[in-house]
């Protein structure tokens, strides 16, 4: 494959890639190396290259090598997304709000809001090379919203599913979180599971959305098997 010598050109073979490739890191990294990967947008996923995160949830390290592991995550599912092509950009670009939030506070690695200004930049990013508004917002507001899966386990009171339900698509929305929970080393996929279902719960409760298709993956797929 010719090398992409233009962002634009990175762009549609990025997008190529995340709809078609089962492993879409293999290109993604590759193509990473590249001097056009520092340009503007790029330059913001080239930057989670050197973002670390808490080692404690986080033994792959970088944000940049969750990203991937999250990409390769969704490709094995993508199938079962309503709009594949906005799932998989926004697991590309769910972290993208942590290089500049990442900070160190009292000894422990933090990104506090990484999904309030990662939809920021998310939308800033795909605004360089498309116009379609409604696919930069959903893609936008996937990002804005992918960390209230771990939030309805740990603070479900703090998780507004009604706002969710207005801005975002709540079965994506649980299909992103799955991955995003798996995308790690060492996964505790039992406790992840129940994070899963936790938020799955919570949604059927307040909005009557049937993840029965999520649940039926989650229970089939070896990936998330906990057997």
Known sequence: ????????????????CLVADSQPSDFIINVSEEDVFKKPPFDKLYALKSTGQNPKYHPEGSVWNHTMLVVDMAASVRAVSRNARAFMWAALLHDIGKAPTTRMRKGKLTSYNHDIVGAKLAKEFLSCFITDDTFICTVSNLVRWHMQVLFA????????????????????LALLGLCDRFGRLYVDRDSELKSVRDFLRLCEKVSGV??????????QNEIFSSH
């Open 153 to 172: 386990a740990k603070q479900p009171h703090s998780v507004n599913i009604r706002e969710m339900a207005e801005k975002t698509d709540l079965r994506e």
């Open 210 to 219: 049937d993840f029965s298709d999520i649940r039926i993956l989650m229970e």
């Open 1 to 16: 494959m010719e090398k992409p010598v233009t962002t634009e050109m990175l762009f549609w073979e990025i997008d190529r």
